[in-house]
């Protein structure tokens, strides 16, 4: 099966995740039927394992791209607990140090905060 081949995005539909759900039950009750007990059993244990590829699939999937994204962090490992872990520098300051970003940013938002203000209490005149 080809990797490079763009994803089909009409499938799964877009729906509900709570809907999406239900139509599992629906289908399921429709698929007992007339269908005995190990029929049921053996065809049920037959979507758990699909089920289960899929998902061992896309775990792998996504343990590699991470990898090659670089963004794979256990927080348990030993560089992490000697101070390289993702709320540090590789020379181990915290990332408050960049506190003159973060105060740029607040300030920003409350100019943004007060120009809704006006343009709110210029719409209600």
């Not at 499938?11 to 007990?37: K, Q, R, W, Y």
Request: net charge neutral.
């Amino acid at each position: 099966m080809p990797h490079n081949t763009p994803p089909n995005t009409n499938f799964p539909p877009n729906l509900d995740p709570t809907a999406f759900s239900f139509t599992a039950i629906l289908i399921g009750a429709a698929l007992t039927g007339d269908l005995n007990v190990n029929e049921q059993n053996a065809i049920g244990n037959w979507f758990m394992l699909v089920g289960q590829y899929m998902v061992t699939c896309a775990g792998q999937q996504q343990l590699i791209e991470s990898r090659i994204e670089k963004n794979n962090i256990n927080i348990n490992s030993k560089k992490s607990k000697q101070g390289f872990g993702p709320f540090t520098t590789a020379s181990n300051k915290s990332n408050q140090t960049h506190r003159d970003e973060i105060d740029f940013i607040l300030q920003e938002i409350q100019k943004m905060e007060n120009e809704l203000k006006n343009l709110k209490k210029n719409s209600n005149s």
